[in-house]
Nanobody, 123 residues
């Protein structure tokens, strides 16, 4: 069973918006921080942002700060990534993960990953 199930994504023009979802299949994941990573073709995986276990704090990479917003619904253990003002450089496969948030650093658990979802932003 996939611990984190992603949905959303797709193709959008530059300046547009998309929302990704990440739903946990195990209730134990409600106690973990949740985060997003992305990987563009030919590039290394990049941290996008993360949210604390209770949703009271979120951190973002400089490249998405002010454009992306992470929220979570702990009753249903779903995390959302609202992406606004998308740019072609936001293109990539987006992954969610569960782990721990220490200050501004997110440390993911290797066994808790989503299946990935493609986001393509055309210019």
């Amino acid at each position: 069973q996939v611990p984190l199930v992603q949905s959303g994504g797709g193709l959008v023009q530059a300046g547009g918006s998309l929302r990704l979802s990440c739903a946990a299949s195990e209730r134990t994941l409600s106690g973990f921080a949740l985060g997003w990573f992305r990987q563009a073709p030919g590039k290394e995986q990049e941290f996008v942002g993360a949210i604390s276990w209770n949703g009271d704090r979120a951190v973002y990479s400089d490249s998405v700060e002010g454009r992306f917003t992470i929220t979570r619904d702990n009753a249903n253990i779903i995390m959302y990534l609202q992406m606004n003002d998308l740019k072609p450089e936001d293109t990539g496969v987006y992954y969610c993960a569960a782990g721990y948030l220490y200050g501004i650093r997110f440390s993911h658990r290797s066994e808790y990953w989503g299946q990935g979802t493609q986001v393509t932003v055309s210019s």
